[in-house]
Structures are given as C-alpha cells and as structure tokens.
C-alpha cells in the first residue's frame, strides 16, 4: 500500500509514518507541490497511491471521477505534525481496511 501526503500537510510528517505505514511519500518527494488537485489526483491514480488530506475537493474529486486512489480525509483541526502522524498510527488498522476494501472510495478521520 502506498500513501501519498497532500501539500496542506508537512513533508515533516511522511518520515513519522514509515514504521507504521512502510511507503508514504509527500508531493514534495514527487515534484507535485505546484500541480492542480486533478494532477495530484491523476498521479496518484496511475501510481497506486491513496491520498491522505484537509482538502475536501479530493471528496468532490472522488464522487466525480470514482476511484482509485482512495482518500483518507483528516478533519483535525490545526494539528502538529506528531499529533497528525499519531492519529493517523493510531488508526493504521482501520485504514489499512479500508484501502483494501473495493467498495469504500473514502475515509474520514477525526
């Protein structure tokens, strides 16, 4: 499973979840930080990636085009990186179920 990080959250995150989540990049790492969401949205469909964001509009992304990739929607607040990168651990399970799961095209957390 790979996990792409949308620029509203640090690259300082992906580092913190490698133990937990083995292959997470940040669009930075993939020279996205200027492309559109539907670019970002693109690459990480061609490139097997779920997509973990604040933004919203990878919701209205996802019930227009379907899926893959899969979003996983952070509602936190404004967070530090480690409370990001805890709650994000803290529920590995859960989220490793629904990336496996066929039929979910989104994830909320908060």
């Known amino acids: ?11 300082k995150v992906a580092p913190l979840l490698v133990e937990s989540f083995q292959n997470v990049s940040h669009i930075k790492q993939l020279n996205l930080v200027d492309a ?6 693109t690459y990480a ?7 973990i964001t604040f933004d919203n509009d990878f919701i ?21 990186n480690l409370k990001i990168a805890n ?3 803290s529920r590995s399970v859960e989220i490793m179920e ?5 039929e979910l095209a989104f994830l909320e957390i908060d």
């Open 98 to 102: 629904f990336v496996l799961n066929s």
């Open 60 to 80: 209205d992304l996802s019930n227009l085009k379907g899926f893959p990739p899969k979003i996983i929607w952070l509602r936190l607040g404004n967070s530090s």
């Open 87 to 89: 709650k994000l651990i």
């Open 36 to 41: 559109s969401d539907l670019q970002i949205w």
């Open 1 to 11: 499973m790979k996990f792409l990080l949308d620029q509203n959250i640090s690259f």
């Open 45 to 51: 469909k061609k490139n097997n990636y779920s997509i």
